[in-house]
Nanobody
Framework: QVQLVESGGGLVQPGGSLRLSCSAS????????MNWYRQAPGKERELVAG???????SYADSVKGRFTISRDNAKNTAYLQMNSLKPEDSAVYYC???????????????WGQGTQVTVSS
């Protein structure tokens, strides 16, 4: 089994920063990509940022220039550095991993439990 554990959420004032972490543990052969999603009350879950195994990153337009995703492949960990936070960034943030457990072509998808980010004065 594979588990994704997020940490780093909390309450921050507008303009502040937070750094989220997502650590994957269990039987992991390789991680193809790790993404961060968020879901605000009454809204659909949306993709915030993603990074593949080659280091290529992508971001939602709403966070470009403010958020940075990174990975430590040796630790199977992804990070989301969030700067210049706005109230509209408030949401539950989820980590997602697309990975392989062995050298076969079979792939698996896992989600973390989510971490709350609240941006408010």
């Amino acid at each position: 089994q594979v588990q994704l554990v997020e940490s780093g959420g909390g309450l921050v004032q507008p303009g502040g920063s937070l750094r989220l972490s997502c650590s994957a543990s269990g039987i992991i052969f390789s991680i193809n990509f790790m993404n961060w999603y968020r879901q605000a009350p009454g809204k659909e879950r949306e993709l915030v940022a993603g990074e593949n195994s080659g280091g290529t990153t992508s971001y939602a337009d709403s966070v470009k220039g403010r958020f940075t995703i990174s990975r430590d492949n040796a630790k199977n960990t992804a990070y989301l550095q969030m700067n210049s936070l706005k109230p509209e960034d408030s949401a539950v943030y989820y980590c997602y991993a697309h990975l392989k457990k062995d050298s076969s072509h079979r792939v698996y998808q896992y989600w973390g439990q989510g971490t709350q980010v609240t941006v408010s004065s």
